[in-house]
């Protein structure tokens, strides 16, 4: 049961080729491109998407901070484009694997950090020790600080993993559920199925949710850097 | 747990890179937002009659400031 329950969660390959790359390049391949002042729907609806996001995400920052906009855009339309698309039967969501994340997380959390460390140095050094704390603390809470940077990166990556997997797991258990108790009880089948349409919901919210909360951490990385 | 077998890993976080990297913002660099389009004054517009555009030997020599 255990094999069958993660066997979802392997990487795609057919035939000894790793079609998991023509998977991970599907989502840029949706978005579309056009010299038009007004185009289609489809190419309007991204254009709006993106307007939202740039004004909802970009305007605490500094100018400087400003200049990571592009990066950002397609940082949360990449998380919650395969969110969603990992909804559908039977698809591979790049995101429920931990070296996707880690490939993100990582560098954008890094490029953060440095850029903070380049910039304003003193700043940067004078995060690691709160305003005001007991001088026998000092070194302690500077460990601790230290420990709570670094592990930054590995919480981004680890909470977008374990949020999509579990939502995959979960419908998974309770469709598989539903299925066999369409034979034994049909009441009980309704029941769980009423669960899974909930959960199906829940895992909308949460494909665009978690991609959210991703790139507002990062963005908050960056605004303290800048 | 399939996350964890390593032997995947490169090619993932290579086509990751190239996706995020390259590619998405390649493609959403490619909106366009152009300014609510607004009218020009008139006066902007106003052009040059020909003999102003261009100094043409129109003064005679006599009426030319002396040097």
């Not at chain 2, 004054?41 to 555009?53: F, R, V, Y």
């Amino acid at each position: 049961m255990n094999e069958n329950l993660f066997a979802s969660f392997v990487t795609p390959t057919m035939m000894g080729l790793p079609i998991v790359i023509l998977i991970i390049m599907l989502p840029p391949m949706l978005l579309t491109s056009s010299k038009r002042l007004i185009s289609n729907r489809f190419h309007s609806f991204q254009q709006w998407l993106i307007k939202l996001i740039i004004k909802q995400m970009m305007l605490i920052h500094s100018p400087k901070g400003r200049t990571w906009s592009l990066m950002l855009v397609s940082l949360i339309m990449f998380i919650g484009s395969t969110n969603l698309l990992g909804l559908l039967p039977h698809t591979f969501t790049p995101t429920t694997q931990l070296s996707t994340n880690l490939c993100m997380a990582i560098p954008l959390w890094a490029g953060a950090v440095i850029l903070g460390f380049r910039h304003k140095l003193k700043a940067s050094l004078a995060h690691f020790l709160p305003q005001g704390t007991p001088i026998s603390l000092i070194p302690m809470l500077i460990i601790i600080e230290t420990i709570s940077l670094f592990i930054q990166p590995m919480a981004l990556a680890v909470r977008l993993t374990a949020n999509i997997t579990a939502g995959h797991l979960l419908i998974h258990l309770i469709g598989g559920a539903t299925l066999v108790l369409t034979s034994i009880s049909p009441p009980t089948a309704t029941i769980t199925f009423i669960i899974l349409a909930l959960l199906t919901i829940l895992e909308f919210a949460v494909a665009l949710i978690q991609a959210y909360v991703f790139t507002l951490l990062v963005s908050l990385y960056l605004h303290d850097n800048t | 747990m399939p996350q964890l077998d390593t032997s995947t890993w490169f090619i993932t976080v290579l086509s990751t890179i190239i996706t995020l990297f390259t590619l998405m913002q390649l493609k959403i660099s490619l909106h366009i937002f152009p300014q609510t389009p607004s009218a020009k004054s008139i006066e902007l517009m106003k052009t040059d009659n020909p003999w102003e555009s261009k100094w043409t030997k129109i003064y005679s020599p006599l009426s030319l400031p002396q040097q």
